[in-house]
């Protein structure tokens, strides 16, 4: 639109200044079935790789 081009580093330095930042979850969900979780790896997971 302004036909302005920025370096990837431009890219990242005008994000972050505008307050954006890289999205990382900060916790798991409470709801979070551990020991379901470790079934589905051992079971399903391996099934659909093949």
Do not use: C, I
């Not at 379901?36 to 997971?45: D, F, G, I």
């Amino acid at each position: 639109m302004f036909h302005t081009r920025y370096t990837l580093r431009g890219n990242a330095y005008l994000l972050l200044r505008m307050g954006w930042s890289v999205q990382v979850p900060a916790h798991r969900a409470v709801e979070r079935d551990e020991a379901a979780v470790v079934t589905w790896r051992r079971e399903a997971w391996p099934a659909g790789k093949r």
